[in-house]
């Protein structure tokens, strides 16, 4: 037996939370006005499922056998959620979703995997689920796979809504935040003292460091900002951070792109081989294009440490060419 949508849910489980919490604010729309929920259905899908939420009221609508003055008409639909607080689901699992979605006896059905999905191609996973739905279901029901930040977006793009559930909204996104279920690291500008190793970056492209944490360690960022004589110069994208142990061993910590893990961590060992030879371990920030830019440091005195972190979600940048024209205009104390 299902539990009721609630404000103290109880749950230990962090995924049976944050189900719970995305329910109750779904719930809240509804509550507030059925249009509300249409509205966050149109933009997440991209389907039409306006007209099947709430009631709608007709006049003289003309039926097979009369026209009555009014109808009142309350169409239904289901919509299975399965979250994950990772990026990974069980195809079994979904299919078992399917099968009883399958068996209900409601014209429009909706089966939406809620992950914390970090690369850019989710949309063109679960192919295994999608021919189901296509060759089983004759796409009678609908599949989508969204991210947190998908469903954030589609809360954000909610026209007139009232202050009370626009604060409720935040304070969702605030727990969203909190349970790093929203990808941060993709705001985040990681600026290094490059000063005593520029030709590393210039000269090779990369940014090599020892891997043994501490003043190395650096938080997930998707942009690389190279510091030297008061200003951050070039700018790029991070493709990924691969620690060489050995020539042997080589871990992936992390990716920003959806190249292959093992291409990934072969340009690493290969830009290691070239810059810092039999040099164990090191951490390699593979890097993309380098974009020149001018972001000075205004305040007194150089680089304090070894990096620093910008915040730059208010940029409204796309890529590394983008935010090296825009940080040209700006100086670390606009963003700091």
Known sequence: MGHNITLFSGYNQSENRTTNYCLLILKMLYEENPKFLAEFLNNLGGENFGENVGVKFLQQEK????????????????????TKNFNWFYDDQLENHLRALGEEEIKEKILIALGRFENDNYKNEFQNVKNICK?????????????????????????????????????????????????RWKNYLDVVNCAGIPEDVLDGNVYLCPATGGAYNHGRSKYFGMYRNKMVEKVAEIKGIVDILSPEEAVLLWKNTSEDDCDIKTIAMEKLNIWRPKTYPTRVFVLGDLFE???????????????????ISGLGIKNAQELSIVLKEKKWSDLF
């Open 293 to 311: 830019t001018t972001f000075m440091k205004d305040s007194s005195g150089g680089m304090w440490g070894s990096k620093k972190y910008f915040d």
């Open 135 to 183: 060759t089983k279901f004759k796409e009678e029901i609908k599949f989508e796979a969204v991210s947190f930040e998908d469903f954030v977006d589609a809360l954000d793009k909610l026209s007139d809504i009232p202050k009370n559930l626009k604060d409720n909204l935040e304070d969702f996104k605030l727990y969203l935040d909190e349970s790093d279920l929203l990808p």
């Open 63 to 82: 039926k097979k056998w009369s026209i009555p003055d009014g109808v009142i008409i309350q169409k239904s639909f289901s919509i299975y959620i399965e």
